[in-house]
C-alpha cells in the first residue's frame, strides 16, 4: 500500500492540504507581544552574535527565555535565508506542524492501513484552532516544535511496546531528546504515563533488562546535561533561573497573573479551540466504551493515547500557573484518537448504526467530514491571529513600519515612545529597519524629548506626559499611532 499510486497521491493531497492551511496568511499579523516578539529578538540577537546554544535579550543573556535554543536557532537560519519578517519568524514552526500531520498520516498508513482514518486526524488537527492559530502552529512560539517531538517519540514508543523493536525504541529516545530541546522540562511531562503505561502491560521489567534501553538513556543524558552545564558556565546561576521559571515556579505559584480553576483547561477543550472535535470525540467515545469495549483491535490504541492526554491535562491542570496554550500538545493526540474512532466504527459497526450498506454510509460520512473540514480550514486560514488586549497597540506599530517600508518612508531620524513596560514586539521592528533598511528609529523617554524630535507616539495619552515647556504637534495619524513633530512652547509662563 506504500508505494501504490492511490497512497502517493494521498499523501501529495495531505501535504498540500496542511501547506496551504499552515502557510496561507503566516506573515500577515504583526508580531505578537510577549512570547514571540521575545523569540525575535533572541533570533536576530544570535543571527548577529553567531552562537546557537545561547539566547540573549537587547545584548545580555536572556534569563526570562530559559527555553533551550533550538526554536530560535532555526529562526535565526531562516532570518538568513529569507531576511527579518514575520514570515521568516514563523516560518520554522509552519515546517514542525507540516512534519506533524505528515508523521501523524503515515502513522495511519503503517498501523491501520488507513488513508481515510490518516485523513480524518490530519483534516481535525488542523481544524482545531488551539492548534492552528495564535501561539502554537502558526506563530513563532516552542509548541509547534513541542508537538512534532511529542508525538513522535509517544507514537514510536507505541510501536515499541508492540514490536519490542529497539529501532523504535531509538526513535523514542531521539524525539524525546528533541522535545526537550523544543521547550525544556516540558519535553518531559509525558513521562509519567510513559512509566504508568509500562507498568500496566507488565512491559517496564523487560525494558529495564534492555541493554539499548541504558545506552540510549545515557547518551540523552549526557547530551542534555552537556548543553545545560555550558549554560551554566557561561552564565551562573542558570540552571537555578530555569528551574524557578519552568518547573516550580511555574507549578507551585501564578506568574504574571495567568491563574485558573481546576477546569481551566476542560473549558478550554470544550471551547471554540478545540470543538467541534472535543464534542465528537467525547460522544463516540462513550459510545465505544458502552457499546464496541470488546474491539481489541481498537481499543488498545485508543487507551494508549487517552492515557497520555489524561496524564498531561492532569499535570498542567496540578499547576497553578495556567495559559490556554499549555494544552496543545495534547491536540495531536486527540486527532489521532478521534482518526482511530473513526476507522474503528467505518470499518466494523456502521450498519449496526447506519440502515445503508457499509460502504454507503462510509462515503456519506467521509464526504459530510470533507465539506465540514474545508469551510473550517478555510475561515481558520483567513483568521487574523488572536492577541490580547494589552498588546493591540503596540501592534499597530508593526502596520505602521510594514507599510512605511513598502511605501519607501525614511525613519532616519525619528524615535518611538510607548507607555507600555515591555517592548519586544515593537523592537522587532526596530531592528527589522536597522538590519533590512539602515535605517536608525530610537526609543526616546519623555525626558529625552526635545525641540525638533519627531516622534512616533504609540499611545494618545502619551500627549500628556510632554514636559511644560514643550508642545506636541500632531503631523499625520496612522494604525492609531500618533506622529509627533516636539517644538517649543513659547506660551509657558504666560
Not at 546561576?237 to 507549578?251: A, P, Q
Request: aromatic share 18%; net charge positive; with cysteine.
Amino acid at each position: 500500500m506504500r508505494f501504490s499510486p492511490t497512497n502517493i497521491l494521498a499523501n501529495l493531497s495531505i501535504i498540500l492540504i496542511a501547506t496551504f492551511a499552515l502557510f496561507y496568511h503566516l506573515g500577515t499579523s504583526p508580531i505578537a507581544c510577549w512570547d514571540e516578539s521575545r523569540q525575535s529578538i533572541n533570533a536576530i540577537e544570535m543571527l548577529e552574535h553567531h552562537n546557537p546554544l545561547i539566547t540573549t535579550y537587547e545584548g545580555e543573556t536572556d534569563l526570562w527565555n530559559t527555553k533551550p535554543s533550538f526554536l530560535v536557532a532555526t529562526q535565526a537560519i531562516s532570518f538568513r535565508l529569507l531576511g527579518i519578517n514575520e514570515f521568516a519568524l514563523r516560518l520554522p514552526s509552519a515546517i514542525a506542524a507540516l512534519l506533524l500531520c505528515i508523521l501523524i498520516f503515515q502513522f495511519f498508513i503503517a498501523e491501520f492501513k488507513s488513508l481515510d482514518g490518516g485523513f480524518v486526524a490530519v483534516l481535525s488537527l488542523l481544524t482545531t484552532e488551539g492548534f492552528n492559530g495564535y501561539h502554537a502552529a502558526r506563530t513563532g512560539d516552542f509548541e509547534s516544535f513541542l508537538c512534532l517531538f511529542s508525538t513522535l517519540f509517544i507514537i514510536a514508543f507505541y510501536r515499541y511496546v508492540k514490536s519490542g523493536q529497539n529501532r523504535y525504541l531509538t526513535l523514542f529516545f531521539v524525539g524525546l531528546l528533541f522535545a526537550i530541546f523544543a521547550k525544556g522540562i516540558a519535553g518531559l511531562m509525558f513521562m509519567p504515563a510513559v512509566l504508568i503505561y509500562l507498568i500496566s502491560k507488565r512491559k517496564l521489567s523487560s525494558t529495564l533488562q534492555n541493554p539499548a534501553f541504558w545506552i540510549l538513556l545515557l547518551i540523552t543524558t549526557l547530551i542534555i546535561l552537556s548543553y545545560y552545564l555550558y549554560r551554566e558556565y557561561q552564565t551562573p546561576g542558570f540552571i537555578s533561573t530555569v528551574y524557578d521559571n519552568e518547573l516550580w515556579g511555574r507549578f507551585g505559584k501564578v506568574v504574571e497573573g495567568n491563574r485558573g480553576k481546576w477546569y481551566y483547561y476542560l473549558k478550554i477543550f470544550f471551547s471554540q479551540s478545540a470543538a467541534p472535535w472535543s464534542f465528537a470525540i467525547s460522544i463516540i467515545t462513550l459510545i465505544w466504551i458502552f457499546k464496541f469495549r470488546y474491539s481489541q483491535i481498537y481499543s488498545k490504541p485508543l487507551s494508549f493515547f487517552w492515557l497520555f492526554v489524561i496524564v498531561w491535562v492532569f499535570l498542567i491542570s496540578l499547576a497553578r500557573t495556567k495559559l490556554a496554550w499549555y494544552i496543545v500538545p495534547t491536540f495531536p493526540l486527540v486527532s489521532i484518537i478521534l482518526g482511530i474512532l473513526y476507522i474503528g466504527i467505518s470499518r466494523h459497526y456502521t450498519s449496526r448504526i447506519f440502515p445503508v450498506k457499509n460502504k454507503q454510509s462510509l462515503k456519506v460520512i467521509f464526504i459530510c467530514f470533507l465539506i465540514f473540514t474545508g469551510i473550517n480550514l478555510w475561515r481558520i486560514s483567513n483568521k487574523p491571529l488572536e492577541t490580547c488586549d494589552y498588546c493591540i497597540e503596540s501592534n499597530q506599530f508593526g502596520q505602521l513600519v510594514n507599510e512605511g517600508i513598502k511605501e519607501g518612508k525614511n525613519f532616519n531620524g525619528y524615535a518611538w515612545a510607548t507607555g507600555f513596560p515591555y517592548y519586544a514586539n515593537q523592537l522587532f521592528y526596530v531592528e527589522k529597519l536597522r538590519i533590512e533598511k539602515a535605517q536608525i528609529i530610537k526609543r526616546k523617554y519623555a525626558s529625552e524629548w526635545a525641540t525638533g524630535d519627531k516622534i512616533f507616539f504609540l499611545q494618545p495619552g502619551l500627549l500628556d506626559s510632554v514636559p511644560n515647556h514643550l508642545k506636541p504637534k500632531i503631523i499625520s495619524e496612522k494604525f492609531g499611532i500618533l506622529e509627533v513633530e516636539i517644538q517649543a512652547n513659547n506660551k509657558e509662563g504666560e
